[in-house]
Nanobody, 119 residues
Framework: QVQLVESGGGLVQAGGSLRLSCAAS????????MGWYRQAPGKQRELVAT???????NYADSVKGRFTISRDNAKNTAYLQMNSLKPEDTGVYYC?????????????WGQGTQVTVSS
């Protein structure tokens, strides 16, 4: 099992910045993907950004150029730097880790951290 603890959410005005962190409770299997998802009220959870153990990144079109995902493998931690925030970025942000093994993948979720962007 892997416990994921997110931090860094909060209330910010439009145009502001926040940095989210996601710390894993143990070393993650060497082949893995860490990611951030978000869920706005009344909407489905959606992908925000992912990063592989090799450093390859993927972003939702809505956050490209504004958000940056990164990771520190030595600390088993992922980060999401969010700049130029918009009210539509409001939601609960969840950290996700997917361990990829030959016999199957295992995914873990954090408890979520609230991000609220006021206009």
């Amino acid at each position: 099992q892997v416990q994921l603890v997110e931090s860094g959410g909060g209330l910010v005005q439009a145009g502001g910045s926040l940095r989210l962190s996601c710390a894993a409770s143990r070393n993650i299997f060497s082949i893995n993907i860490m990611g951030w998802y978000r869920q706005a009220p009344g909407k489905q959870r959606e992908l925000v950004a992912t990063i592989t153990n090799g450093g390859s990144t993927n972003y939702a079109d809505s956050v490209k150029g504004r958000f940056t995902i990164s990771r520190d493998n030595a600390k088993n931690t992922a980060y999401l730097q969010m700049n130029s925030l918009k009210p539509e970025d409001t939601g609960v942000y969840y950290c996700n880790v997917k361990e990829i093994r030959a016999f199957g993948n295992t995914a873990y979720w954090g408890q979520g951290t609230q991000v609220t962007v006021s206009s």
